[in-house]
């Protein structure tokens, strides 16, 4: 890898931090600089604006100020885990009525003896 | 001309239960096998017509024990009850031990005498194996009984014959007769003095009778009769009639309505001993009665 890249690779990283609001503001004179001069870190902060924007989109706030973390809210959380624990025991209980405890199998009549006159 | 069905009912137990009408339980116990059926054993139990029969059979996984009764009925026909105790193997507890699932019930079929009655112990097993446990294939043998009668001189002794072909099987068969008369041998015990055996035969819940015995020139009277001893506390042992055989001697004075003790055993030649006030030891042996 040469240096060129090294350091575009750099750039990349300080755009990205500079989105997130990161940078202080020597990196981010230091960013706008170099931005002026490489077409193509300012084409990968345009793709990278985007990408953003696109994930507001979808998170329903397009006119957010930065990309909305998605969040787990505490009764979501409490009747999703409610809903898998009553699953789990209706289907242990189904399974226990048809095939648990021991002397499963045939009815109790079909284990019983029986007499047959010929 | 045409008689009276009541006149049949009369006529068929009389016929029946004459005092020279012998029973016979032929039993052969089958295994299916690809290619025919296989014996595995077979036998015999027979005696007077009030004789049962007490089957087991033991698997790895299940044990059946079933009674047989006969009554008959009218016509050329008879009754048979079959009070089964059946214990399965279903499994194992959480230490290790075996579960067993114990099971009592009654079958009841009517058929003509030297018919064939198929007996599924474990089940018809039209369904892999008829119950839990495995060995499917062991669990469908049937058992064939053909009950027989005739006429004999007299009434004589249950007798057994069984014929085990495949000894790694536990079958066994036995006869069930609940004793019409008992034969009593009484001695008096004092120390290392046995009084003269004193033989008398009785019949259970007949009135009592007086007995004289003498040890050392002093003679003891006793008043003794043989009675059925109370229901056994096991459902298990009821049913398949474990104490048939099990009679009770009530051992009293003749001059005192409270009897001095019970004495209750099998009949099977053991002496079994109730200690008197005199402070004489009263020993008596119960056996089944001489031939007629």
Known sequence: MTGADTSHEQWLVQIDAELDGELSLVERAALAKHLVTCAHCAGARASHLEVRVALARSAGNPHAFVVPRPAIRAGTLALWVALALATGLLAGWVADRRWGGPGGGATLEESRGAIVVH | ?292
């Open chain 2, 1 to 292: 001309m045409e008689l009276s069905s009541f006149t049949s009912v009369i006529l068929a137990l009389s016929a029946l239960q004459g005092p020279g009408t012998r029973l016979t339980y032929r039993v052969r116990v089958i295994e299916p096998a690809s290619v025919a059926p296989r014996v595995l054993a077979s036998g015999a139990v027979s005696g007077p017509l009030d004789s049962d029969m007490r089957l087991t059979l033991r698997t790895d996984t299940a044990e059946v024990e079933a009674f047989f009764q006969v009554a008959p009925t009218v016509g050329d026909t008879v009754s048979l009850t079959g009070e089964f105790y059946m214990r399965r193997l279903v499994g194992r507890s959480r230490r290790g031990l075996p579960l067993w699932e114990e099971d009592s019930y009654r079958r009841l079929v009517r058929l003509a005498w030297s018919d064939t009655a198929r007996i599924y112990p474990f089940g018809t097993g039209k369904r892999g194996g008829g119950g839990g446990g495995g060995g499917g294939a062991r669990r469908a043998l049937w058992v064939e009984l053909i009950l027989e009668r005739e006429f004999a001189g007299g009434e004589a002794r249950a007798e057994e014959a069984f014929d085990l072909v495949d000894s790694t099987r536990d079958f066994r068969l036995e006869a069930v007769v609940r004793p019409r008369r008992a034969r009593v041998i009484l001695n008096l015990v004092r120390g290392d003095t046995v009084s003269a055996p004193r033989p008398i035969d009785l019949i259970p819940e007949e009135p009592p009778r007086v007995v004289r015995l003498v040890l050392k020139a002093r003679a003891t009277t006793l008043v003794v009769s043989l009675t059925r001893p109370d229901p056994a506390r096991s459902a298990r042992d009821r049913a398949l009639a474990l104490d048939a055989d099990i009679i009770c001697l009530r051992v009293a004075r003749p001059d005192a309505p409270q009897p001095l003790g019970t004495i209750c055993g099998r009949l099977n030649n053991v002496a079994r001993q109730l200690p008197l006030p005199t402070g004489d030891t009263l020993a008596a042996t119960f056996a089944w009665p001489g031939w007629r």
